[in-house]
């Protein structure tokens, strides 16, 4: 665990008052009723004896964000993030990261790092009010999980089901028929701990039995129809080792997990409603035996977040990573948080994102729109502007030194780098210069214009922004009848910023970069990764609807200022949107941007 100053909490501040939502009001409603004044805490996870010994909780609730680390966090990943350290931190609690590894994949530690890095990065920590840090992995509670399943085979809660997976599967019916007992379901006590305890020695092989809880095989909810709580698993474990060769299953291990940690509110997406009640049977038998303590954790779901033109399975992000699709799992165009950040969104943006969308019961759909406004808002205030041109084509300036006594004449131009000054601050400065050649868009010029066109045309004077009024004379062009320069003459004494400048009248001010002080640079465009909205929903092919153009690279003039720009550094680049220094290939000798979204929602329009 890494963390620099551990007496102090670098809990993102509460954005602004948050709407009330039924999660906020389970919460005011229990600290009104007192639910968890009782409480104690043992410093670290443990069983009803180790808390009993401890202090009254400091810590008003516990919350905490339960990944797996099997993969890279996505920004659904980041709703429950915000959800979860969000509340404790409005509500004077802790929320812990747990590492949920209770299957013995081989872990990565790949990813328990990158999901430390994802979690501080979103600007969120796990500490209590004594900076002692929250992390915890829920393979530490081994020990204590095959104890709770001990007793439960005690008090004849337990058994250990030798059907074979076809019979089991069989026997435990469907929505519209009960399930069948097992034949293995009368074992007497003193038999079934035998047989766990074989289980546990490595006696049986994989898949040859499973300690089922004891409930009712013609339950409705197919969740209590005696589910599996231990199986046979021969294999290594990146914590344990060889230590188990069996593992508890996800329903039996998470409330467990709960339970130690003193959480005293799970909150969950949705598809975990249907095993609340399993939930807290297991917790009502563990705090009825005394190895927990009350009150017990609860469980309390919400909607899933579904963002329009991503994915956010694991799996299928996955595949576009591992097929080459994309470049690695933070390629600015991947929903995960670190392609979300390289991409240049910001914390703010994502943790405004997640207020904004709220938390309810209903599955919904919310548009990426959304994220991108939140960004611009974000960056509005903050984003210092700069001039570019992303489809440059030559300007030449051809009264140039006549009107200034030399073709090498350089014009010292300055504009503002924000609209507005923090206060008590000056308004930051850019400055650059103006000369003989500058870049100009390819589109600013017409040679015959369209109606209503206002920029660049024989006869037409534009304003250079922060520069002069010139006068479009025409333009050179190759053999095939392309343009080749643009011919202007520059108006004088129409310099912004001086007593002159508005003596001629224009409809226009175009952008530019000055050809002597531009610095090329590579800007990378990105776009929607999917043309659908949602992808791969209803059993559509979503690798057959990946947009294909979703980057495009091309080379670009940018204004000098930005030659100081250092890797994730954001901008407004001036009428195309919002950029930043890319953060792994930026560089002052070879500057790369990355296209965060254009300056509206342009998308569909
Ligand atoms: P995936 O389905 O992408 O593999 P997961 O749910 O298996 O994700 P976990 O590591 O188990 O991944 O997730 C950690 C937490 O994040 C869980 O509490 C889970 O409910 C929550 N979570 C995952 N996806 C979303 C989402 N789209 N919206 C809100 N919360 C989510
Ligand atoms: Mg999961």
């Known amino acids: ?123 969120f920590d796990w500490k209590d009010a004594d900076g002692h840090e929250n992390l915890y992995f829920a393979s530490n509670y081994f020990d204590f999980m095959y104890r709770a399943a001990v007793y439960l085979i005690e008090q004849g809660l337990a058994y250990v089901d030798e059907q074979s ?20 379901r009368d074992r007497s006590v003193a038999e079934n701990l035998q047989r766990f305890a074989d289980m546990k020695d490595g006696k049986l092989e994989d898949g040859a039995a499973v300690l089922r809880a004891k409930i009712d095989m013609a339950s409705p909810n197919i969740n209590l129809r005696d589910p599996a709580i231990y199986r046979v698993r021969h294999a290594e474990h990146h914590n344990t080792g060889n230590q188990w060769c069996i593992y508890p299953m996800y329903t039996f291990a998470h409330p467990i997990e709960d339970a130690l940690e003193h959480i005293t509110h799970s909150f969950c997406t949705l598809e975990f409603e249907d095993q609340r009640p399993f939930y807290d049977w297991l917790l009502d038998h563990l705090r009825e035996g005394g190895l927990i303590d009350a009150p017990q954790p609860r469980q309390y779901e919400f ?23 994309l470049n690695g799992w933070d390629d600015p165009r991947m929903p995960t948080i670190f392609g979300l950040r390289r991409r240049g969104f910001t914390p703010a943006s994502i943790r405004n994102f997640c207020d904004r ?13 959304t994220l991108e406004g939140c960004l611009r808002e974000d960056l509005e205030n903050q984003a210092h502007r700069a001039m570019v041109v992303l489809d440059p084509v030559k300007l030449e300036l051809t009264n140039w030194a006549e009107v200034f006594g030399s073709a090498d004449h350089l014009e010292q131009c300055t504009l ?21 050649e500058v870049w100009i868009e390819r589109e600013d010029f017409a040679e015959v214009p369209p109606k209503g066109y206002k920029r660049l045309f024989p006869g037409n004077k534009v304003r250079l922004k922060g ?33 002159g400048a508005d003596s001629v009248k224009v409809k226009a001010a175009i952008t530019w970069v000055g050809a002597a002080d531009g610095v090329e640079a590579e ?7 999917f043309t659908d909205a949602q992808p791969d929903a209803g059993g559509k092919d979503y690798l057959a609807l990946m947009n294909p153009d979703s980057l495009k690279v091309i080379t670009a003039y940018v204004e000098p200022s930005l030659k100081a720009a250092q890797p994730d550094d954001k901008f407004q680049f001036e009428r195309f949107g919002y950029f930043v220094a890319d953060r792994k290939d930026h560089s002052a000798e070879k500057p790369v941007f990355n296209k965060i979204t254009g300056l509206k929602d342009s998308w569909g329009k």
């Open 1 to 123: 665990m890494s963390s620099a100053d551990a007496s102090k909490s670098n809990n993102a501040a509460p954005e602004a008052v948050k709407p009330t939502n039924f999660l906020r009001q389970i919460i005011e409603s229990d600290l009104e009723k007192g639910t968890h004044l009782q409480r104690r805490w043992g410093g670290n996870p443990g069983d009803a004896q180790h808390h009993r010994q401890g202090q009254p909780d400091p810590a008003k609730i516990r919350t905490r964000f339960p990944p797996e680390p099997n993969g890279y966090l996505h920004v659904g990943h980041a709703k429950s993030i915000c959800v979860n350290f969000g509340l404790a931190r409005d509500f004077a609690g802790t929320c812990h990261l747990r590492f949920d590894d209770t299957n013995p994949v081989k872990e990565d530690q790949e990813y328990v790092d990158a999901i430390i890095d994802a979690v501080h990065w979103l600007g």
């Open 303 to 325: 909607a899933r977040l579904n963002l329009t033109y991503v994915v956010t399975s694991k799996r299928k992000l996955k595949h576009l990573v591992d097929s080459g699709l």
């Open 416 to 436: 503002p780098a924000l609209p507005h000054a923090a206060e008590g601050e000056a308004v930051p400065e850019r400055h650059f210069t103006l000369g003989r």
């Open 357 to 369: 969308i709220g938390v309810t019961k209903d599955y919904s759909w919310i548009d990426y729109s």
């Open 165 to 184: 997976a076809d019979d089991m599967k069989a026997n435990r019916g469907d929505f519209t028929r009960p399930g069948v007992n097992s034949p293995f």
């Open 467 to 499: 520069g002069y009024v010139i006068e479009c004379t025409g333009a050179e062009k190759d053999a095939d009848g392309n343009v080749t320069k643009v011919l202007a003459t520059v108006v004088p004494d129409t310099k912004s910023g001086t007593p």
């Open 523 to 529: 800007v990378r465009l990105y776009d929607r990764l």
